[in-house]
């Protein structure tokens, strides 16, 4: 057995086992990623589920459990059985789909979960989470805690599942477990081949523009990076969203929970720049599975397994933002994500892909420089299931690291089951400052209180 030492989280490595899909009949093949996988970094990408103390079961009926189901699991997401690899003539990446197994890691904490500063992202879960290979398509990491809690982290890799697709992979593992059977609801759609390139492939210089290469002298170095940002994870109570959708809406126009939301970050961000700039920005990456019109593609992407987002930003003056009222603003978020006709987006942007393929690109908004730009990516339309059989998650969060090298201003926001937002924020200590500090304080800390795992402080009477 081996062990890790995180800071104050010492996790035990228990075991580490391959899990393969238990179909046989799966013939072994090589998966060519698509365009559209191309365009995100290659980063290791999460989803981190905690659980309370188990109310009628052990932790190693959880274990029993994932060793038992997960072969299911894979007969549906079989590349995730796979391994990420280069082919070496393109020089590509490719999943080599060969059924070599997903990685099943059993660990042990010896402290209990309400000890973990949760608030603070580097104090609590990217100290459980463990290291796994660059090639690794799929690591389940299931730690137990002192406390009798656990978590679960669903770790992969961003160039085989964005969000949506990461959300459809543990919402199918809960009903599997659950139930031993798929709902047509939580089928995964593998095909890849929806939107193909055109002969010869056509974009707009608008498109062309969005993307700049990824070099090293165009980013930030990652001291400066580490000196000047924090990680911080936050909640939204629904009771709040519902508050700042009803402040950003007017008749006739009802804002969006993101939009509301969007809003009230963009007004607290220019604040924070003053006069510092006489512009800021804020950015969206946006799931084009709701946005296609034509019904044929809406069909054929709805549970689609791969990349299906773009990235949407608009810049606006500090002072105009500050100005205007909160409507106005969720105004300026829904032009900026309704503005492009997305069935022609997606297919441009798959073109562009297919000319640019042997150089790595990010989203030009996106370098951190230029105005202050804060970007968002938020799981809030596609719910997560964490129920697979000992009860709802107390909280699920996405996890990457997609804000930490580009110097910018990044969330990413879960929906949780009772209408709660949980968001998981990389971000100038003045913006975060200000969002801890404004009232009603929209945005709280996570606490092991809030997530019911210590009994709320009871005020003492002096008397």
């Not at 007969?75 to 082919?87: D, P, Q, V, Y």
């Not at 062309?208 to 000196?227: A, Y």
């Not at 909160?326 to 978020?333: E, F, H, I, N, R």
């Not at 009772?418 to 996570?446: C, H, M, S, T, Y």
Request: with cysteine.
């Amino acid at each position: 057995m081996a062990s890790l030492n995180r800071g104050e989280v010492h996790v035990r490595v228990v075991s580490r086992s391959l899990v393969k899909a238990s179909d046989t009949t799966i013939e072994p093949h090589v998966l060519s990623v698509s365009n559209l996988d191309l365009v995100p970094q290659t980063i290791e990408v999460s989803m981190f589920c905690v659980y309370p103390k188990l109310p009628a079961a052990d932790f190693d009926a959880v274990v029993v459990a994932f060793r038992a189901g997960l072969p299911s699991l894979l007969n549906h997401f079989f590349l995730l059985a796979g391994r990420i690899a280069t082919n070496p003539s393109s020089g590509l990446p490719e999943v080599h789909c060969y059924n070599q197994g997903a990685e099943l890691v059993v660990g042990e904490a010896g402290v209990a979960l309400a000890t973990l500063d949760f608030g603070n992202m580097s104090a609590s879960f990217q100290r459980i989470q463990l290291p796994y290979g660059q090639d690794m398509a799929l690591s389940v990491q299931v730690v137990s805690f002192a406390c009798g809690g656990f978590t679960v982290a669903w770790c992969t890799n961003h160039v085989l599942v964005d969000g949506s697709a990461l959300s459809l992979l543990v919402r199918a593992w809960s009903e599997l477990a659950r139930t031993g059977t798929l709902s047509a609801g939580a089928r995964p759609n593998h095909d890849r081949l929806v939107f193909r390139p055109r002969a010869p492939p056509s974009y707009s210089a608008s498109l062309d523009k969005m993307f700049t290469p990824l070099e090293s002298e165009r980013q930030i170095n990652v001291l400066t990076c580490d000196q000047s940002s924090v990680r911080r994870l936050y909640y939204i109570e629904a009771s709040d969203v519902a508050r700042l959708r009803e402040e950003a809406s007017r008749e006739g126009q009802r804002a969006t929970r993101v939009q509301a939301v969007s809003a009230y970050l963009w007004k607290t961000l220019a604040s924070v720049v003053g006069t510092s700039d006489a512009h800021c920005r804020m950015g969206w990456w946006v799931d084009g599975r709701r946005r296609l019109m034509a019904p044929e593609l809406r069909a054929a992407m709805g549970n689609y397994v791969g990349n299906f987002t773009t990235f949407a930003a608009r810049e606006a003056s500090v002072a105009e933002v500050l100005r205007m009222p909160l409507p106005d603003v969720a105004t300026m978020v829904r032009e900026a994500l309704t503005a492009p006709a997305y069935d022609e987006h997606f297919q441009e942007l798959v073109d562009w892909a297919e000319e640019h393929k042997t150089q790595r690109y990010v989203e030009t908004e996106t370098l951190g420089l230029g105005s202050p730009i804060v970007c968002v990516t938020a799981f809030t339309s596609f719910g997560i299931d964490t129920d697979f059989g000992f009860g709802h998650a107390a909280m699920a969060t996405p996890i990457s690291a997609s804000g930490a090298r580009l110097s910018i201003g990044f969330m990413q926001i879960a929906a949780q089951p009772d209408g709660a937002w949980i968001i998981n924020a990389f971000l100038w200590p003045q913006l975060a400052a200000a969002l801890e500090a404004d009232e009603p304080r929209f945005f709280k800390p996570v606490t092991a209180e809030y997530l019911g795992m210590v009994s709320p402080k009871v005020q003492q009477s002096r008397l």
